[in-house]
């Protein structure tokens, strides 16, 4: 969330970010209810002050035998009472007003964040491996995974609905190990695992910003609990409401948990295969960074994400996502885009985003250096997917496809594979 502050000193900039953002902001509505909070703190200090006052002169009175004119202040303070009340009832409309303008406002792109339209705009930053030229008619992944008997969908529909999906065999084995893997690769990095609930609370999406703009994501539960969209809602909300000292940070953790998510993508787009499905496993990266930690941390988290397509001897290619393309809550991103024959192009596998102080202030999230400030200051999250499973399922089986429709299991995955070389007909 944006700081009041903030917005009122540069309600221009703001404006005009939002406008690049392509996001809409009252900021006639902003000023607005932002004038009327204000005056309703400065009628409540002065009535506080004229009541405090008043009660100390009916304390003198009541000394010097004036009951009357003690009995007339008193009347004075109720008076005043009745008037604080007014005055807080404004402010507390005024606030909620004001917080619930300002959560569904997303967060300011960072200046090095490119201005563009869409994803048309979002300037290419590097490139790693070749995408592989296939002597033989290539498949994609949704035949190759059904003539092998390791992806059926029409079971997962059976099962669910459309957009599900279930593993069988080495397909299987095959998600079990890349979740492994990842995991083994970033806590070797310096990441610390975590095991957390598929479940969360209100309070915590609203701490991440998936509540309140985007519930109709999201799946709930007759409880009031939610399915998680990504673990980066459980890891940023470890520390809600906690004030942490500077020498643990920059925290860097990470978590492989199934993901959720009930829109899955406009209708006729992406339906064959698991690339764009309502549950799919995911391992994702959190760090919890000073403000000047937080870029080399994001350039090292994107790095991160690279090395398990590396590992894996997958092509893919780096973006910056510009103004229009970039997410709620995010100040600057990078998309790590795997190469996938069957689009003839590259597809997102990863996202990694430094989010500054947005998702601290909605969470309480703090730090302390007693030796460069006094009292506390918002730290800045970071978030990154490291990466999504399925997606990098996909990308295996279609670049590492055989002319005779086996599967061959990259090197880095063979110990995990129980030493299978090749994936055939289960």
Known sequence: MLDVKFVRENLDAVTQAMRDRNASFDADAFSRLDAQRREAIAEEERLQAER??????????????????AEQAKERVRALNEQLDSAAERRTVADAALRELLLATPNMPDASTPVGKDENDNPEVR??????????????????????SIIDSERGVKLAESRFYV??????????????????????RGYK??????????????????????????????????????????????????????????????????????EAGSAGRDTRGIIRVHQFSKVEMVKYTTPEQAWDEL???????????????LPYRVITLCTGDIGFSAAKTYD???????????????????????????????????????????LYTLNGSG???????????????????????????????GGLEVIGPQ
Not at 57 to 63: A, F, L, R, S, Y
Not at 127 to 148: A, E, M, Q, V, Y
Not at 178 to 187: E, G, N, P, V, Y
Not at 362 to 374: L, Q, S
Request: charged residues 25%; glycine residues 6%.
């Open 299 to 313: 350039e090292s988290m994107v790095a991160d994400a690279e090395n398990i397509l590396q590992k894996l001897e």
């Open 387 to 417: 990466l999504a499973v399925g997606r990098c399922m996909a990308a295996i089986i279609e670049n590492y496809q055989n002319a005779d429709g086996t599967i061959t299991v990259p090197r880095a995955l063979v110990p995990y594979m």
């Open 167 to 188: 593993l069988g065999g080495a397909g299987a084995r095959l998600e079990r190990a890349l979740i492994s893997f990842m995991l083994d690769q970033h806590t070797s």
């Open 193 to 262: 695992e975590w095991w957390v609930p598929a479940l969360a609370n209100a309070s915590t999406l609203t701490g991440t910003a998936q509540l309140p703009k985007f519930e109709e994501d999201l799946y709930k539960t007759t409880e009031g609990l939610y399915l998680i969209p990504t673990a980066e809602v459980q890891l940023t909300n470890l520390h809600a409401d906690e004030i942490l000292d500077v020498d643990q940070l920059p925290l860097r953790y990470c978590a492989f948990t199934p993901c959720f998510r009930e």
């Open 52 to 69: 405090n006052a008043a009660s100390k002169e009916i304390g003198v009175m009541m000394k010097e035998g004036r009951t009357e004119e």
């Open 127 to 148: 490139r790693w491996g070749t995408p592989r030229t296939f002597d033989f008619p290539d498949k994609p992944h949704w035949d190759l995974g059904s003539d092998l």
């Open 336 to 378: 790590v885009e795997v190469w996938m024959p069957s689009y003839e192009g590259y597809k997102e596998i990863s996202s990694c985003s430094c989010c500054t102080d947005f998702q601290a202030r909605r969470a309480g999230i703090r730090y302390k250096d007693p030796e460069h400030f006094k009292g506390t200051r918002l």
